[in-house]
């Protein structure tokens, strides 16, 4: 969600005052439009805009709502004319509050007719007939003269009247190719196959993909349609829709597949759609597992005017078209299980938010429903701007980049993008056949954003937009367009189901695979909670980040801090249920999940050398309570690395402190010591021997364990440091450090 996604209300005479004004000042302007038609010569003629607009000043001032979009209407109408108007009505009565509920289109639907037998008078007063419905969000669409734009405007019932405006296609001219890439390099450029190994693909939700046709019978689309629906418009004898039964609206199978075979009507949908939840078995999309509910609402316009640039004919959408689609899925959503809307459309340019855009209720309405609506960016090569309605502020816009963290030329880039996906050269479906092409487009990255909120919403099924979206946000790769200042999150699929789950992902880098001349890595975790627990490590190839496999350990007791060697846990490591096969690796990154809050140590042991080395790097501080305890100190049985501790008391008044041992194999309390008076700001350095020799250490206490303790500090202001001497080399070494492993949402 954007920052300024939620609107304040302003105090009320302020807001009185203001709003009053700004209603005459753009009825002012509305009126200086009116008296500009040269065919009032009478003084009949001058007084009937004059009573209008006075009648229009004054309701203004009486709701305190601004006449949204009636200069733009009085404009596009010119001396008379007409125009496609969508009039937004006022829902009060309890209708409001409808608005906000997360399944709420049965109230929305009650509070839509209220409205509108509210709005009825005013329809009559103003002559305006034909009205067009919608189902869960108060407008209506109608054809309106000038002077019943301005006798709507003046209604207290009405709160805007927009235009209906066209909108086209937000790709660059394709480039074909024959064949398609199964796991292609955009997806692995977002981090997405870890997120299929585990059991993450869309399945069990859907994306409605609002388009132009969609040839649900390519292989890669198969049996995945539901609810297809066609929303496309007729104006006129220029603007002809192109639903498969002749009629508008059509709903039911098929009715958003018009794909001749001879036609390349289907291609851009088509290519959309796979891109999002394609799967024939070989060649995926983000989504693979998901359903999709097509919905064309392309229209065939053979004007040139409205056609260019491009020649005539072509094909072409509007705002009306769109918000009757995004109704259909406001309705639809909880019952066909949508979790993201894909619009690869784009219409005019905007510096900053266009929250005047008439769709954005229904777009805030499919947010608290859980419903991402990713919107294209267009392709203009704007910095600055994007196109209407990726500019909603609640809409997620979607900018362009190749595989990697270049922004594409042609791209829209702006401060108002909420992220950028590969959109450069991406093999998709073609919209007749089976066969596959190469398009290139904020088209094409927008619906791999659409499938990650899709794959995302399998896994946390009530989780809320604002989580899924802040997930993403925070674990994206930052992409800058050069010299812009601005800087966009690249999707990273993975990262972000991390995130959700609490996997910490800074443990551990450059882990030696198996053993090295240098030493052997050695892992260990630590459980002071009071119950068993598992950790859960990822392993990744440290060169590629590529997912290699998983391992889980087995139960760590309470207190205890079990240890494992990187040979043990890549030769027990298993992917999909099958172990992993033997490979070549210099190094790898371990990714920890746990179900206990902890700690972990990553140790490199040189036994040629009698070297032992702390090479822990959380890659951040580590948290206080973190040096109240130390982990696998070393017992007197290892002569050749024996342990000392020091203890610093950070308190004003000296004090002794007290430190209980446990047996780091089993968990079991061992001995609890004592240390003499630490002097205020001073500390203590003591040997484990030397502790063992000085304390009764029961018979039997250390059996079943590995030869080492676990240490903490109790109720004492101050923190430990361990050390540990490699007798051979005559080295001291700094064995403190250590990350934090906190609870995972997952199950290691």
């Keep these: 969600m954007r920052p300024d996604h939620t609107v304040k209300t302003p105090d009320k005479p302020a807001a009185w005052f203001l709003t009053g004004w700004r209603a005459t000042a753009a009825m002012l302007r509305a009126f200086v439009y009116v008296c500009r038609d040269k065919s009032m010569r009478s003084f009949s003629s001058l007084l009937r805009p004059i009573v209008l607009f006075a ?31 969508i009039v937004r009505m006022k829902a009060d009565g ?31 007063r103003a002559r305006v007939a034909g009205v067009r419905r919608f189902r869960t969000i108060p407008y209506v669409a109608a054809t309106v003269t000038r002077e019943q734009a301005m006798a709507l405007a003046g209604e207290k019932s009405v709160e805007g009247i927009f235009l209906i405006r066209r909108e086209r296609r937000a790709e660059i001219a394709p480039a074909e190719r024959v064949t398609a890439v199964g796991l292609s390099a955009a997806q692995t450029s977002i981090d997405l196959g870890s997120v299929w190994d585990r059991g993450f693909d869309g399945t069990g939700t859907a994306i ?13 689309l198969t049996g995945k349609n539901i609810g297809d629906a066609c929303f496309a418009n007729s104006f006129g004898s220029t603007t002809i829709a192109q639903c498969p039964s002749g009629a508008t609206p059509q709903i039911g199978p098929g009715a958003a597949s018009n794909c001749p075979g001879d036609s390349t009507r289907c291609d851009h949908g088509t290519h959309v759609a796979s891109l999002a939840a394609g799967n024939d078995g070989v060649n995926f999309g983000v989504a693979r597992g998901a359903k999709i509910v097509p919905i064309d609402v392309f229209s065939l316009v053979t004007d040139p005017a409205e056609c260019s640039p491009d020649p005539a004919p072509c094909i072409l959408t509007d705002s009306l078209a769109v918000l009757n689609a995004l109704d259909y899925v406001n309705e639809k959503a909880v019952d066909l299980q949508i979790a993201a809307v894909n619009l690869s459309v784009g219409g005019s340019s905007r510096d900053g938010y266009c929250d005047d855009d008439p769709r954005k209720a229904v777009i805030d309405m499919l947010r608290q429903k859980g419903v991402a609506v990713a919107v294209a960016a267009s392709n203009g090569g704007l910095t600055g701007k994007i196109t209407t309605p990726a500019c909603i502020s609640s809409a997620i816009g979607v900018g362009a980049i190749d595989n990697g963290v270049n922004v594409a030329s042609w791209s829209n880039f702006a401060s108002t993008l909420d992220f950028v996906a590969p959109g450069v050269s991406l093999s998709g479906a073609k919209g007749s056949g089976s066969g596959y092409g190469t398009r290139s487009g904020t088209s094409m990255s927008t619906p791999l954003v659409a499938g990650t909120f899709a794959v995302l919403r399998q896994a946390y099924p009530t989780l809320s937009v604002d989580a899924i979206e802040t997930a993403l946000k925070s674990t994206g790769i930052g992409v800058t367009r050069a010299d812009s200042g601005i800087t966009v999150p690249k999707i990273q699929v993975g990262a972000a189901l991390d995130k959700l789950q609490g996997v910490n992902r800074r443990m551990f880098n450059n882990v030696f695979a198996g053993q090295t001349s240098l030493g052997e890595s050695l892992l260990r975790f630590y459980n002071p909670g009071a119950a068993a627990g598992n950790v859960k490590i990822t392993l990744r190839d440290a060169g590629t980040g590529a997912y290699v496999g998983d391992w889980v350990s087995p139960p760590i007791p309470s207190h205890a801090a079990l240890q494992f060697t990187a040979k043990s846990i890549e030769a027990n490591a298993t992917k999909g249920g099958f172990p992993v096969a033997p490979d070549f690796r210099a190094y790898f990154n371990y990714e920890v999940a746990s179900s206990f809050k902890g700690s972990a140590q990553h140790v490199l042991y040189n036994d040629q050398a009698g070297v032992l080395a702390n090479l822990t790097n959380c890659g951040a501080a580590m948290p206080s309570d973190n040096a109240k305890h130390l982990m696998n100190v070393h017992s007197a049985s290892f002569a050749e690395f024996p342990s000392r501790m020091r203890i610093v008391n950070t308190s004003a008044a000296p004090a002794p402190a007290k430190l209980t041992f446990y047996n780091a194999g089993t968990g079991a309390k061992v001995i609890e010591w004592t240390s003499p008076e630490i002097a205020a700001g001073g500390s203590y350095e003591v040997t484990v021997p030397q502790i063992e020799a000085r304390a009764q250490i029961p018979a039997g206490a250390m059996d079943g364990g ?21 007798v051979r080399p005559g080295a001291l070494l700094d064995m403190t450090a250590k990350c934090d492993v906190v609870v995972s949402s997952v199950t290691p």
Excluded: C, M
């Design 55 to 85: 009648a229009v000043a004054v309701a203004g001032f009486a709701s305190g709502s601004a006449r949204a979009g009636v200069e733009d209407v009085l404009k596009e109408i010119g001396e008379g004319g007409r125009a496609q108007v």
């Design 94 to 124: 309890g209708g409001a509050a409808a608005w906000t509920p997360r399944l709420s289109s049965s109230r929305q639907r009650v509070a839509v007719a209220t409205a509108f037998l509210d709005a009825a008078p005013a329809f009559d």
């Design 208 to 220: 409605a993909v609002i388009d132009s046709g969609i040839n649900v019978n390519h292989p890669a």
């Design 706 to 726: 590995n030869g080492y303790y676990n240490v903490t500090l109790d109720n004492y202001s101050g923190y430990l440091q361990h050390l540990v001497e490699n």
